[in-house]
C-alpha cells in the first residue's frame, strides 16, 4: 500500500484550469483573438477571482477555495469572467451553478477561514529591498530540483526575527522568511539557503516514526548537504542568530 503522505511530492488532484477556460472559450465562440492563456488558482483572502487581458494574453487567476470544486462549478466561473471581460451576458445556469455553489455550508466556512487565516499572516511581498525570493526559488527549483517542486506562496516576515529564519507552513503552502535576512549585508546565498531549506521540507515532507514526528530525516539532512555553500552558510547563520 501506497498512502500520498509517503510519496515524495504532494499529490493534488486538481482539475486543469487552463484546460477548462479554452473549453468555455471556443463554447462562447469569442472572436477576440487570444494569443496565449494561463489560469491558476491563487490564495486570495477569501472568495476572490480575476481575469485580465493584455496584449492577447489572457490571465486569470481562480480563489484557491475552488481548488476541489467540480468542473461544472469551474466551467460555470470561468463563463462568468470570461463574459465579464468579453462584455457579455453570461447565462443564468451558469450564474446559478456558480451561486449555488458559493453558498454550500462547507464552502463558506472555508471562505471564512481563509480570510481569518490569511488577514492574519499577511506577508511582505517576495520581492525585497535586496533579493527576491520568487527569483530565488525558482532558481533552486531548476538547480536541484528539476523544477518538481511546486509553485509555493513566498514571502518576508512582517517581523524581522531572528530566532526563526525561514519557516515552511504546509497547511498554506508558504515558505515565509525572515525580513531581517532581506539586507546588503546578507550575501545571496545565504537567503538561498534558507529558501532551499524550506523547500526540502516540501520535497520531504515530514515522516512518522512510532509516536515521534521526524521532520528532518535522514535523507533530508543528506539532501540538505548537496548545497554548494552548505557549511558556510551555516556558520554565517550561527552568528546572525547569537
Ligand atoms: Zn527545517
Given at each position: 500500500m501506497?498512502?500520498?503522505?509517503?510519496?515524495?511530492?504532494p499529490?493534488r488532484l486538481?482539475?486543469d484550469?487552463?484546460?477548462?477556460f479554452?473549453?468555455?472559450?471556443?463554447r462562447?465562440?469569442?472572436?477576440?483573438p487570444?494569443?496565449s492563456?494561463?489560469?491558476?488558482?491563487h490564495?486570495f483572502a477569501?472568495?476572490?477571482?480575476t481575469?485580465?487581458?493584455?496584449?492577447d494574453?489572457?490571465?486569470?487567476q481562480v480563489?484557491d477555495v475552488?481548488a476541489?470544486a467540480?468542473?461544472l462549478v469551474?466551467e460555470a466561473?470561468a463563463?462568468?469572467?470570461?463574459?465579464?471581460?468579453?462584455?457579455r451576458r453570461?447565462?443564468?445556469?451558469?450564474r446559478?451553478c456558480?451561486?449555488?455553489f458559493?453558498f454550500?455550508?462547507?464552502?463558506?466556512?472555508?471562505?471564512d477561514e481563509?480570510?481569518r487565516?490569511?488577514s492574519?499572516?499577511?506577508?511582505?511581498?517576495?520581492?525585497?529591498?535586496?533579493?527576491d525570493?520568487?527569483?530565488?526559488?525558482?532558481?533552486l527549483?531548476?538547480?536541484?530540483?528539476?523544477?518538481?517542486?511546486p509553485?509555493?506562496?513566498l514571502?518576508w516576515?512582517?517581523?524581522?526575527?531572528?530566532?526563526?529564519?525561514?519557516?515552511y507552513?504546509?497547511?498554506?503552502?508558504?515558505?515565509i522568511v525572515?525580513?531581517?535576512l532581506d539586507?546588503?549585508?546578507?550575501p545571496r546565498y545565504l537567503v538561498?539557503?534558507i529558501?532551499y531549506h524550506e523547500?526540502?521540507?516540501i520535497?520531504?515532507?515530514?515522516?512518522?516514526?512510532g509516536?515521534?514526528?521526524?521532520v528532518?530525516s535522514r535523507e533530508f539532512r543528506?539532501?540538505e548537504?548537496?548545497f554548494?555553500e552548505?557549511?558556510?552558510?551555516c556558520r554565517?547563520?550561527?552568528h546572525l542568530g547569537?
Amino acid at each position: 500500500m501506497i498512502q500520498a503522505e509517503q510519496l515524495a511530492l504532494p499529490l493534488r488532484l486538481e482539475t486543469d484550469l487552463p484546460e477548462v477556460f479554452r473549453r468555455v472559450l471556443s463554447r462562447l465562440r469569442i472572436r477576440t483573438p487570444v494569443a496565449s492563456l494561463s489560469a491558476q488558482f491563487h490564495p486570495f483572502a477569501g472568495l476572490r477571482s480575476t481575469i485580465a487581458l493584455r496584449n492577447d494574453v489572457l490571465k486569470a487567476q481562480v480563489s484557491d477555495v475552488l481548488a476541489e470544486a467540480s468542473p461544472l462549478v469551474l466551467e460555470a466561473l470561468a463563463e462568468i469572467l470570461l463574459c465579464k471581460i468579453f462584455h457579455r451576458r453570461p447565462s443564468r445556469e451558469a450564474r446559478e451553478c456558480y451561486l449555488a455553489f458559493t453558498f454550500r455550508p462547507e464552502i463558506r466556512r472555508r471562505i471564512d477561514e481563509a480570510r481569518r487565516e490569511r488577514s492574519r499572516k499577511r506577508l511582505l511581498p517576495p520581492r525585497g529591498r535586496h533579493h527576491d525570493l520568487e527569483e530565488i526559488f525558482h532558481g533552486l527549483n531548476q538547480r536541484f530540483f528539476h523544477g518538481q517542486i511546486p509553485t509555493s506562496r513566498l514571502g518576508w516576515s512582517r517581523h524581522k526575527s531572528r530566532r526563526i529564519l525561514g519557516h515552511y507552513d504546509s497547511g498554506h503552502g508558504t515558505i515565509i522568511v525572515s525580513r531581517k535576512l532581506d539586507s546588503p549585508e546578507v550575501p545571496r546565498y545565504l537567503v538561498e539557503y534558507i529558501v532551499y531549506h524550506e523547500m526540502l521540507h516540501i520535497r520531504f515532507p515530514v515522516e512518522r516514526s512510532g509516536h515521534r514526528r521526524v521532520v528532518h530525516s535522514r535523507e533530508f539532512r543528506e539532501a540538505e548537504k548537496k548545497f554548494p555553500e552548505y557549511e558556510s552558510a551555516c556558520r554565517k547563520l550561527k552568528h546572525l542568530g547569537g
